[in-house]
């Protein structure tokens, strides 16, 4: 597709269910990147993927949340055990980076994730 | 690590007001620094870049210079318009060192009529 595509656009989840989430970079971008963002706060980051290396989960908050991504292309955020503090927009990005490091993220819509 | 900090918001202006939103950063190296922008209900889109030093992005009447002495990249527009409202986001990227982009906190502005 055009854009990075994320899927679902909402999700409304009961405390305690597991929950996935997917995001389609732009073909091409070898890089790929998970944030959080909550309500009126800024962008909180989660993990970074980039082509074969091994991810950066330096920003997962806990042990419930992880994420994978097959080769190149798709990945998926899950959440286990949701608590209402997961309650956030989940942001992905993709971007083809190359020297001079000077290539933009290219941000999806986002997964608007409500815990109840 | 590296870090980005923007001035607090929010930030409210009068149309044809002039805009400055502070930037600066702390990065190991030579980063190349971006200004995103988050319209309501929108996703967040590149406003402009700089990629090395005296470098000035602009975009849509917003310049930003990077300013590698005071490690600065202030966003600046001469006349906003209530168009403009939105959220405002800082960042920057090195290239191969793990958390690839570092974002700011973010500053939202009000443009009234």
């Known amino acids: 597709g055009a854009g990075v595509s994320q899927s679902p656009s909402n999700k409304v989840t009961e405390k305690g269910k597991d929950v996935e989430l997917r995001c389609d970079p732009i073909s091409g971008h070898t890089a790929l990147y998970w944030y959080r963002q909550r309500l009126g706060q800024g962008l909180e980051f989660l993990i970074y993927f980039q082509g074969n290396s091994a991810p950066d989960k330096s920003g997962l908050p806990s042990d419930r949340f992880s994420a994978e991504r097959t080769g190149e292309s798709v990945s998926t955020l899950t959440i286990q055990r949701t608590q209402q503090e997961d309650s956030a927009v989940y942001l992905c990005a993709s971007s083809r980076p190359s020297a001079p490091s000077n290539t933009e993220a290219f941000f999806g819509q986002g997964t608007r994730l409500t815990v109840v | 690590g590296d870090s980005v900090t923007q001035m607090e918001g929010p930030v409210t202006l009068s149309e044809e007001a002039f805009l400055t939103i502070n930037c600066t950063y702390t990065a190991t190296g030579y980063p190349s620094l971006f200004w995103y922008v988050q319209y309501p209900g929108e996703g967040l889109q590149l406003l402009l870049k700089?990629?090395?030093?005296?470098d000035k992005g602009s975009n849509k009447g917003f310049e930003a210079t990077y300013r590698k002495e005071t490690t600065s990249f202030h966003l600046e527009k001469g006349s906003v318009q209530v168009s403009d409202s939105a959220v405002y986001f800082c960042?920057?990227?090195?290239?191969?060192?793990?958390?690839?982009?570092?974002f700011g906190p973010g500053t939202r502005l009000s443009v009234l009529p």
């Open positions: 960042a920057l990227n090195r290239l191969g060192y793990g958390q690839n982009f570092v």
């Open positions: 700089a990629t090395k030093a005296d």
